[in-house]
């Protein structure tokens, strides 16, 4: 009901997404490549490493093991890829391939040998069983993606126009099985049980949420209007965390009447999200990347440049 900041780093490009494991967050900076942070100070998180992409910048990221899985855009735009990161030495980052594509990528899921790619246009999977030389297996066209989770054998798209449900047990085989059509745009999506949360855009502004329990058919359940779009969202044990110009924490226990708990302004422009635990990891864009846990304290002190900022905060503010 209180979100407190415990961690904040201002870097010079904008961070687009963040993942953690163990005591290092990775990001994806934007212009400034693949970064690494030390974490064991969260009041001062530090620079480890950074891992440039001459004439690209970093989207999305993923970790699995000592690999991480960075979607990446040409500065011109239309050209995508994805690359493989050793990181098993934090301090001395190693291309272990790179797999060029002709789209913009958005998001990606990794399980196991498998690499799930949402690109502003379709949907990939490669087999990375070989991190040396990641193999395409299956593709589908996709119109304007937003987001993508992955639950057992199925993937879950936010999209242009709703969600699309992609059966994934063959992975060489994807197979669309379920859609559902939503109000404008689908921005986000995170899974959890058997619900699904999709943040919504353009006609009403809003967090979806949607009953997966039978995946060829979901069915909205639950919606909750929002000031802007969710471009960012977590979730676990009926509680969830949305980016819109700032963190808003909804309680969902009873998922067709969510309501909010609490929200907290936060620097630059919040996007993607990672919840460890109790910890949220925020990718704020140009306002740097934020550490943020619950907290009964009154007031947040985040550092910006030239100074600070004092975000009070209680159940409505």
């Given amino acids: 009901s209180a979100p407190a900041s415990l961690g904040f780093y201002n870097t010079t490009a904008e961070i687009r997404d963040v993942a953690v494991s163990g005591n290092y967050a990775f990001a994806a900076a934007g212009k400034e490549g693949f970064v690494v942070f030390d974490l064991r100070n969260l009041v001062y998180p530090s620079t480890v490493a950074i891992l440039e992409s001459e004439g690209s910048q970093s989207l999305a990221v993923a970790i699995s093991g ?10 011109s735009g239309g050209q995508g890829g994805l690359r493989v990161v050793d990181i098993s030495d934090v301090h001395n980052l190693r291309t272990v391939s790179f797999s060029p594509f002709d789209d913009t990528g958005v998001d990606l899921t990794v399980v196991g040998g498998t ?70 745009s689908s921005t986000s999506i995170a899974v959890n049980a058997n619900l699904a949360y999709i943040g919504q855009n353009w006609y009403t502004n809003g967090l979806n949420i949607v009953d997966i329990t039978n995946p060829q058919r979901p069915r909205t359940i639950g919606f909750l209007a929002t000031p802007y779009p969710p471009y960012g969202i977590a979730a676990a044990n009926a509680r969830v965390y949305l980016t819109n110009f700032g963190l808003r924490v909804i309680d969902a226990q009873d998922p067709s009447h969510p309501r909010e708990e609490s929200q907290m302004v936060l620097p630059g422009w919040p996007g993607n999200l990672e919840l460890v635990g109790r910890k949220v990891y925020v990718a704020a864009s140009f306002g740097g990347m934020l550490v943020l846990r619950d907290n009964p304290s009154a007031t947040a002190v985040i550092p910006v440049s030239g100074g600070t900022l004092t975000a009070p905060f209680d159940q409505t503010t």
Wanted: hydrophobic share 40%; net charge negative; proline share 4%.
């Fill in 66 to 75: 000592t690999l991480a899985y960075v979607l990446e855009r040409s500065f």
């Fill in 115 to 184: 690499v799930y790619v949402l690109n502003y246009n379709g949907f990939i999977v490669f087999d990375v069983t070989n991190p040396e030389r990641p193999t395409a297996l299956c593709s589908m066209g996709m119109e304007q993606g937003g987001g993508l989770a992955v639950r057992n054998t199925y993937a879950y798209v936010a999209r242009r126009g709703g969600l699309s449900v992609i059966d994934v047990a063959d992975p060489a085989s994807c197979t669309q099985v379920g859609t559902l059509n939503l109000a404008g």
